[in-house]
């Protein structure tokens, strides 16, 4: 197969310096093809088998932490309803985590990957200060993904220094990274029902914050138009992914100490 960088598995560098590779859309939106036009089907289950782990991880940690985030601040809906939970199987939506990802990804040969879990309910008012817990609470699951990335970071530089040189390894620590900032970039994007957009709702006056609100029943055909046309990659996805891996690259820092040596 042909990959973004062939010596990925000498520096963590391969993730920050190459992000246009990665994927500019999740939700779980993701381009996981990179640069090779010719995709044949072995590939493609390579594929599928290198990104399972860390997107089924993804997703599960981002979803269990909005709920443990809410029974922090008072509401334990999602803590009887069984979704602050490790177990992938109670965030899976059949349709949105299976269906239309496998569909989309064999039909467009990997090139384009869409796909959701299922909301963790929030009661809002039964939070202890809904406007101000809700931020919180909708920040919670992208900031689990920055954890996880920076994570798999650190796995890569353990099993280089290591002296890991299994391919599937590496590059799954590279899914890892990547598949999380695509996450954790994405769901800030300052639009309803995104995690963005909640926190956005949470931080203004309460007059703005109640007309801004009144989007959320389109946002999700707004956020789909901007990412046909490419608007969100250019204006949001590519900056802040950017900044995201710069910043990971310091985090890592003494991780690339121990691999170098």
Known sequence: PSWCARDAARSMSWAF???RCASNRCGLALNLRCD???VN??????????????????ITLHEAAHGYAARYFGDNTAWMMGRVTLNPWPHVDLMGTVAMPLL???ATSGAFLFGYAKPVPV?????????RDMVWVAFAGPLS???QALVWGATLYTLIALGV????????????VRVNVVLFVFNLFPLPPLDGGRVLTGLLPWRAS????????????IVMALIVFKIIDTLWMLPLMHVSYEVLDILLTPFQSLSSH
């Open 104 to 106: 989309l990804y064999f």
């Open 17 to 19: 310096e190459h992000e």
């Open 41 to 58: 089907f072995p590939e493609l289950i390579q594929t599928v088998l290198i990104y399972a782990l860390p997107v089924l991880f993804a």
């Open 165 to 176: 040189e299994e391919r599937f390894f590496i590059e799954m620590c590279q899914a890892g």
């Open 210 to 221: 109640i007309t801004f609100s009144r989007i959320e029943p389109y946002g999700f055909y």
């Open 123 to 131: 009661r809002i008012d039964r939070l202890n200060n809904p406007k």
């Open 145 to 147: 993904n920055f954890v």
């Open 36 to 38: 090779n036009p010719k």
